[in-house]
């Protein structure tokens, strides 16, 4: 499977009860996409928020988030770590 970051902008003030709510809405329909998503991070300064996960696809994560209410802006294909 293929490794992915995906960005959200406009989520400003996000709160931690609120990102642990909208990663475990996610966790919790990923398997019908044969998403795994891994961690998420987030800026409540910026708005932004971080999630790294293994998918087949970017298309496969993004319809994730569309079905959890909130899709991402960006998707990132992550092929190299160190």
Request: hydrophobic fraction near 35%; proline fraction near 6%; aromatic fraction near 4%.
């Amino acid at each position: 499977m293929a490794r992915f970051m995906d960005v959200h902008h406009g989520m400003k003030g996000i709160t931690a009860e609120q990102l642990r709510a909208a990663h475990t809405a996610d966790q919790a329909i990923e398997g019908e996409e044969g998403v795994h998503f891994q961690q998420t991070w987030a800026d409540p300064e910026s708005g932004t928020v971080y999630c790294l996960s293994e998918a087949p696809t970017k298309e496969a994560v993004q319809r994730v988030h569309a079905r959890t209410g909130h899709p991402a802006d960006e998707i990132h294909p992550v092929p190299l770590s160190a």
